[in-house]
């Protein structure tokens, strides 16, 4: 076993690691931009792939394609590792796809902020604390017009809400993607803290 309390074994685990991290490393951002004829979305705005950004390109539709299939290479880890090898496994590819949304090799290491991504991934995990997470981003968006700011509260929310449905196995995966989160948005804590972080539906500027 890799830990006590974990079926999955090293092999298993890093296996599904893999898995995860292929899928979850596929930059549909930067892709749809091009198809969409947006060019590349990484000179905009913050100059990540992921959906936020390529909204700022004021292409709906690319925005929500990008949303949707993030969100589904994270369910889709889960979903695969769960089948292979059990549903401890699938925490290791949950991690693993949310680390190749964030540090996509074929990409400089440089990738998304893993919002969607993450969803998908609490989606095929336990949906109820994926529609809390969801309803926690939707208000702070609503509230405060910041998506960075509402991706930082509903991700160190949901471990609370994983523990209070107590899923402790999900605790510790969530309590890892929430410090990811904490980590890849410290430019935007520091603006935050500034009060110079743009607003959702603000114009777009270079990178």
Known sequence: MLVPFLTATWITA????????LLGSIPFGLLLSYAFGEGDVRKI?????GATNV???????????????????????VVVARELFGADAALFAALGAFLGHLFPAWLGFKGGKGVAVSLGILLALYWPV??????????MVAIF???????????????????????????????????????????????????????????????
């Open 14 to 21: 890093g296996e599904s690691l893999a898995i995860g991290y």
């Open 45 to 49: 705005g913050s100059g990540n792939i």
């Open 55 to 77: 909204l700022r390109t004021g292409n709906y539709a690319a925005a929500a394609l990008t949303l949707l299939l993030d969100a589904a290479k994270g369910a889709a880890s």
């Open 130 to 139: 994926a529609l809390l997470a969801f309803a926690t981003w939707l208000a």
């Open 145 to 207: 017009r910041i998506s960075s700011l509402a991706a930082l509260v509903a991700a160190v929310a949901t471990p609370i809400y994983m523990f209070v449905f107590q899923r402790e196995h999900e605790v510790f995966l969530t309590v890892a993607l929430a410090l990811l989160v904490l980590f890849i948005h410290s430019q935007n804590i520091r603006r935050l803290l500034r009060g110079e972080e743009p607003r959702i539906g603000a114009a777009s500027k270079p990178a």
